[in-house]
């Protein structure tokens, strides 16, 4: 079983639309979570951490679930720029530990 | 800004060479990454250093060896490339907060250096 396990997508959905996306992580010794972003051809770069009382950032909003071991993001009003892959990474020591993303494709 | 450069985007190699892939940072940062992605498997961390002179093995260590000599720069080398090692390679840095448990900072990538073997 994966440490970090994300549905790969794709998620195809119009402009405007609310889109949320589940992490499921299988150490319970895990301490730190975090969505980052990775566009086509480029290095990935956090998005947000994601905090035990949850957290927004505008229009993206992340909520951990420790007992349930997973962690949500929320894209509200999407726009075509959000299409990007998104990583949720767990960290219960100085390393971090990577889903394989889930691939956003936002359309007019 | 945070600025970490790789020294190549794109490189081509044949089986049995020596490569060397350079990360250099500006910021100053304690803590280096060397990961590798690959479809379907995500980024799987190879190495990673501490600070100058120190260096850990990640998830996949086998087949690469890393070089710290100065705080900038960290140096991924494969003794003998192998066509399984054909992937992307990004490094990454980090900044060192506090003495002791967690650090929770940031890491800050490279643009990722595309490696083909043949």
């Known amino acids: 079983r994966k440490e970090v396990e994300q549905d790969p997508g794709p998620f195809n959905v119009p402009e405007g639309a609310t889109v949320a996306f589940n992490c499921t992580y299988s150490?319970?010794?895990?301490?730190?979570f975090f969505w980052y972003r990775q566009d086509c051809r480029k290095e990935p770069k956090l998005l947000m951490s994601?905090?035990?009382s949850g957290n927004e950032d505008g229009r993206f909003t992340a909520q951990l679930n420790r007992a349930s071991q997973y962690i949500s993001l929320l894209i509200r009003d999407s726009k075509l720029s959000d299409s990007a892959t998104y990583l949720c990474?767990?960290?219960?020591?100085?390393?971090?530990?990577f889903g394989t993303g889930t691939r956003l494709q936002v359309f007019p | 800004d945070v600025k970490v450069t790789q020294s190549s985007r794109y490189l081509v190699k044949r089986t049995g060479e020596k490569v060397f892939l350079e990360c250099v940072q500006d910021?100053?940062?304690?803590?280096m990454f060397w990961y590798r992605q690959d479809p379907g498997l995500g980024l799987r961390l190879i190495y990673f250093?501490?600070?100058?002179?120190?260096?850990e093995k990640g998830d996949i260590p086998e087949g690469y060896s890393v070089s710290r000599e100065k705080k900038e720069r960290f140096s991924l080398i494969l003794e003998s490339a192998s066509t399984n090692q054909t992937s992307m390679y990004l490094c990454?840095?980090?900044?060192?907060?506090?003495?002791?448990?967690?650090?929770?900072?940031?890491?800050?990538f490279g643009p990722g250096t595309r490696l083909t073997v043949l």
């Open positions: 990454a840095s980090r900044k060192l907060l506090g003495t002791g448990g967690f650090s929770y900072n940031e890491q800050f």
């Open positions: 150490n319970s010794a895990s301490q730190s």
């Open positions: 994601v905090y035990s």
């Open positions: 990474v767990v960290s219960n020591t100085d390393k971090l530990i």
């Open positions: 910021m100053d940062h304690e803590n």
């Open positions: 250093s501490y600070d100058v002179k120190m260096k």
